[in-house]
């Protein structure tokens, strides 16, 4: 799938992210803030799924 450069920093971005809080949740496992890392990279792969969707459908590049 060819994407475009603005699109690479979108997913990029919100990797970073997402790895940030699957390793902090793993390093804390068990505990309550732990938790909360694992809810909080659920919702932050949620939000990639919807800004990604959006931006196929308006980008003319990607798609
Ligand atoms: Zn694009």
């Known amino acids: 799938m060819k994407t475009c450069p603005r699109m690479s920093r979108i997913?990029?971005?919100?990797?970073?992210?997402?790895r940030f809080l699957t390793v902090y949740a793993e390093r804390?496992?068990?505990?309550?803030?732990?938790?909360?890392?694992?809810?909080?990279?659920i919702t932050v792969k949620r939000n990639m799924a919807r800004a990604m969707s959006r931006h196929f459908a308006r980008c003319p590049e990607c798609g």
């Not at 997913?11 to 997402?18: A, C, L, Q, V």
């Not at 804390?28 to 990279?41: E, F, H, I, L, N």
Request: proline share 9%; net charge positive; charged share 35%.
């Open 28 to 41: 804390k496992a068990g505990t309550p803030p732990a938790k909360t890392s694992a809810k909080q990279a």
């Open 11 to 18: 997913r990029s971005d919100f990797e970073k992210d997402i």
